[in-house]
């Protein structure tokens, strides 16, 4: 499996509390990403980044914020929590290809967040 | 805006049976295409990926996929499946890697 770890891997935490979701990597990749997992809906994407301080949103960006000092941390920060957010948290992480723009993603384990 | 979709959203079969999952994506530029697959508890694995070239695709665990171009699709295939297939299979592509909503497979013994 390629070097990803999140933390922490469960949670639970009251409404309109800060939380913060860390993924760090190990294999140097460029790309890195936070999806949302929730049934029904499959993975969708939150934000990600293609790069040091350089990131973008995804499909369901509202009430998270990213930040990415370092190659190897992507850091997922839900500023006021809600129920809304309970869902399991997946970072994962790309290359960069030869000739195209990205090549597979590979996943960490998942943060299982639960809003109380 | 990018997209993928994947028709079915449960499939039940019987062991020995073929299976085939659709896909089908919507988005320009460089093709990336990918199938996943998630076990229960488990986080996501690829089974395989297409970027260029031959569109039939092999894969582990004795999946292959065939990307048409044409119709913008990306097919999950395996020709005799078994009881541990069981789980959720998810198609993915472009350069924010955007899943489909998955098909959960249950392979009755």
């Known amino acids: 499996d390629a070097g990803i770890t999140q933390s922490p891997r469960h949670k639970v935490t009251e409404t309109g509390t800060p939380v913060t979701l860390r993924c760090h990597q190990t294999?140097?990749?460029?790309?890195m990403y936070w999806y949302r997992q929730d049934p029904g809906h499959g993975l969708r994407l939150i934000h990600y980044s293609y790069g040091v301080k350089d990131t973008d949103k995804g499909e369901v960006s509202d009430g998270y914020s990213v930040s990415r000092s370092k190659t190897e941390d992507f850091l997922l920060t839900l500023e006021s929590a809600t129920s809304s957010q309970t869902s399991v948290y997946f970072c994962a992480i790309s290359g960069a290809g030869l000739d195209r723009g990205v090549t597979e993603a590979f996943f960490g384990q998942g943060t299982r967040l639960t809003v109380v | 805006a990018q997209s993928v979709s994947q028709h079915n959203h449960h499939v039940i079969l019987s062991e020995a049976a073929s299976l085939e999952l659709g896909c089908n994506y919507s988005y320009g530029g460089t093709v990336n295409l990918f199938w996943y697959v998630q076990y229960p508890g488990q986080h996501l694995q690829l089974l395989l990926k297409y970027f260029s070239g031959d569109p039939l695709v092999k894969g582990i665990k004795g999946f292959e996929a065939e990307f048409i171009k044409s119709k913008f699709s990306f097919n999950l295939r395996k020709p005799s499946v078994q009881w541990s297939d069981t789980a959720e299979y998810f198609c993915?592509?472009?350069?924010?890697?955007?899943f489909g909503k998955g098909t959960r497979l249950h392979i009755l013994p």
């Open positions: 993915a592509g472009g350069d924010k890697i955007i």
């Open positions: 294999e140097n990749h460029r790309y």
